[in-house]
T-cell receptor, first 114, second 116 residues
Framework: GAGVSQSPRYKVAKRGRDVALRCDSI?????LYWYRQTLGQGSEVLTY????????KSGRPSGRFSAERPERSVSTLKIQRTEQGDSAVYLC????????????FGPGTRLTVL | AQTVTQSQPEMSVQEAETVTLSCTYD???????LFWYKQPPSRQMILVIR??????QNATENRFSVNFQKAAKSFSLKISDSQLGDTAMYFC?????????????FGKGITLSVRP
């Protein structure tokens, strides 16, 4: 079946603008994760949610990052008032549930903030 | 908080030879999971191999095997008979037991190049 997909693959935004990144997870997967990947710093989790509830915002002290689940298999990561330091690759991953340890990753969205 | 350290930023290996990628971690937990993920230039990360901390036997997946030293908190990946398709970034990752904040904590990654 289809894997995890993300759109857009590339996004350029002007500093101060809001952006929304989409993730379509594997059908039947319950838990969705968002990671931020930067060269030299690796990947850090931004948020994850189980089913419809956003569960955690650990990793980023700012409230500018939030994730929504408009549908069970869809998550939207919203970044408000983007900063140049937000430039990174944003990876989405999903798993069957919190009881499952394997996460399946999407190809990522490369965000560049000018 | 858990940390994962990959101290080698890049490595190179001749095709058909064996290479070992290092990873150390720090945790106060006794039960956890460790992973190696591969990320080819196309960027989609895929799982290479996983190890449950409560298992003493080292995990093996075809040409990939790990050397898990729990007391030393070391988790290295050995790739045997390296192939050109193994060229990628490799990330070591840690996870608490599923159901208890099961996010992945990654190392910074290592770039592996396989030379023809």
């Amino acid at each position: 079946g289809a894997g995890v997909s993300q759109s857009p693959r590339y996004k350029v935004a002007k500093r101060g603008r809001d952006v929304a990144l989409r993730c379509d997870s594997i059908s039947g997967h319950v838990t969705l994760y968002w990671y931020r990947q930067t060269l030299g710093q690796g990947s850090e989790v931004l948020t994850y949610s189980q089913s419809d509830a956003q569960r955690d915002k650990s990793g980023r002290p700012s409230g500018r990052f939030s994730a929504e689940r408009p549908e069970r298999s869809v998550s939207t990561l919203k970044i408000q008032r983007t900063e140049q330091g937000d430039s990174a690759v944003y990876l989405c991953a999903s798993s069957l549930g919190l009881a499952e340890n394997e996460q399946f990753f999407g190809p990522g969205t490369r965000l560049t903030v000018l | 908080a858990q940390t994962v350290t990959q101290s080698q930023p890049e490595m190179s290996v001749q095709e058909a030879e064996t290479v070992t990628l290092s990873c150390t971690y720090d945790t106060s937990e006794n039960n956890y999971y460790l992973f190696w993920y591969k990320q080819p230039p196309s960027r989609q990360m895929i799982l290479v191999i996983r190890q449950e901390a409560y298992k003493q036997q080292n995990a093996t997946e075809n040409r990939f095997s790990v050397n898990f030293q729990k007391a030393a908190k070391s988790f290295s990946l050995k790739i045997s008979d390296s192939q050109l398709g193994d060229t990628a970034m490799y990330f070591c990752a840690f996870m608490n037991p599923p159901g208890a904040n099961s996010k992945l904590t990654f190392g910074k990654g290592i770039t592996l190049s396989v030379r023809p």
